[in-house]
């Protein structure tokens, strides 16, 4: 089974045109959204990058069964997991139980804001299953010291908590962070339905929870108007490898795109194959893997482009 939710853009739109377009989602039968948790915009041109958990907070009030998850949020450099564990818990009593904290080990386009040092792939997913473990312990409502491998806690204890913990879903690219996703996530998200990542998945003991994977596209009269839009808004999605994770600032991804992202290079086909809405539908469908429950989509500054996301549960 597939069903479809909204993605919403923090990279492109302001605060206020994201709480109006989540209940816009909820009013046209959207099950569930995903927020951008951003410091930066990719690009200058997106132009928007609002603080993630006021806006939650916003949204919390205008929808009253829109199930909402951050898309994702890095819980390891920009902000502490202690200070994100208890607006998490905060923002999960503001839904009365919709939320979900989806996380993954970041970016440095949004993390070196606070001047630390940006690890490694494999150190970051390191303090990412710290970072989870030491959130969890904070949900239960006790007190919490410890000197962790990279994270220091002095007696923290959060007293605003929901009846239910937030679930937490965890991003992934690579086999390192599938097989920490399957191992303590409550859930998975991925870039695009993928048989690969769902098997490793499930093989370490993701089987059973549910996968959001994002299917983008564009709508536009001609493939040729879709190129254009997502080479005008979304250049990014043509990067590759480790680039986006690794670019420092807007500009930096600019100028990674910008020698090969013409509108007829060819990195553009997957976001432009689809040029109405009913074919991204049945897209998601063919893409969608067995107990696929949700996909995503969200509406560019140009009101033309959009970013679709698939769940998946078993």
Known sequence: MVAFGFALSSEEHTPQELVRQSALAEQHGFSFALISDHYHPWTEHQGQSAFVWSALGAIAQVTSALQVGTGVTCPIIRMHPAILAQAAATTQMLFDGRFFLGV????????????????????????????????????????????????????????????????????????????????????????????????????????????????????????????????????????????????????????????????????????CSATTPLDTSRRCRRWSMPGTTTCTCTTSASSKTHSWSSRSES
Request: hydrophobic share 40%.
């Open 104 to 271: 993954g080990s970041g970016e440095q386009l949004n993390e070196h804001v606070t001047g630390e040092p940006w690890p490694n792939a494999g150190t970051r997913l390191e303090m990412l299953e710290e970072a989870i473990e030491l959130m969890r312990l904070l949900w239960r409502g006790r007190e919490v010291s410890r000197i962790g491998k990279h994270f220091v806690t002095d007696e923290a204890r959060i007293f605003s908590l929901p009846e239910q913990a937030p679930r937490v879903y965890v991003a992934v690219k690579g086999h390192r962070a599938i097989d920490l996703a399957g191992r303590i996530g409550d859930g998975l998200v991925g870039l695009a339905p993928d048989r690969e990542i769902t098997e490793r998945f499930e093989a370490h003991g993701g089987a059973g929870k549910p996968r959001i994977a994002q299917v983008a596209t564009c709508f536009a009269p001609t493939e040729g108007e879709s190129r254009a839009l997502v080479h005008e808004w979304w250049p990014n999605v043509g990067l590759k490898g480790r680039l986006s994770s690794e670019l420092k600032t807007p500009e930096d991804i600019e100028s990674a795109v910008e020698i090969p992202a013409t509108v007829d290079s060819g990195m553009y086909d997957a976001s």
